[in-house]
């Protein structure tokens, strides 16, 4: 794949994800797509990966501006700083008074036909879990998004 167009549906991806437009989400996924979002948990098919964003975002902003790529024919390789906000309480959860924290994220992605095919997202449960107990921050540290 043209790395270019790799890093373009990259972006289109991470928008997408920001602003929760599920829609352009599921156009970038190939039909027989899957991700990994965890040691074993799998999310089939674009519906399924636009589900697994959508469950987060009812309670999270999920800001991925501050990102880096790297291609190679079919795969990329994406280390982006997540900033997460929890802007509604989960339940079971501590209350949400806007708690922002960077969570670093590794992604691990491969294309078939210009679409993500198979991708593996790798984070630390520990960094996720500071949101709970952070102040609230509405700037993303001064950081401004990258492809």
Avoid: C
């Avoid at 794949?1 to 997408?16: E, F, G, L, T, Y």
């Avoid at 982006?80 to 008074?97: C, D, M, Q, V």
């Avoid at 210009?114 to 609230?136: H, K, N, Y």
């Amino acid at each position: 794949m043209d790395p270019q167009a790799a890093r373009d549906v990259i972006a289109k991806a991470w928008h997408a994800i920001d602003v929760a437009d599920w829609d352009t989400l599921r156009a970038l996924g190939h039909k027989d797509s899957a991700i990994r979002s965890g040691a074993t948990e799998w999310h089939y098919g674009p519906d399924g990966i636009a589900a697994l964003f959508a469950h987060y975002r009812e309670n999270y902003d999920l800001d991925m501006r501050d990102y880096r790529t790297i291609v190679m024919g079919d795969k990329a390789a994406v280390e982006t700083r997540l900033k997460l906000t929890y802007r509604t309480t989960k339940a079971g959860f501590p209350e949400a008074r806007g708690q922002s924290t960077i969570v670093p994220v590794g992604s691990f992605i491969t294309f078939r036909d210009g679409l993500f095919f198979r991708t593996q997202m790798i984070l630390s449960i520990d960094d996720w879990m500071r949101v709970f107990t952070a102040d609230p921050d509405p700037d993303f540290a001064g950081q401004e998004g990258a492809g």
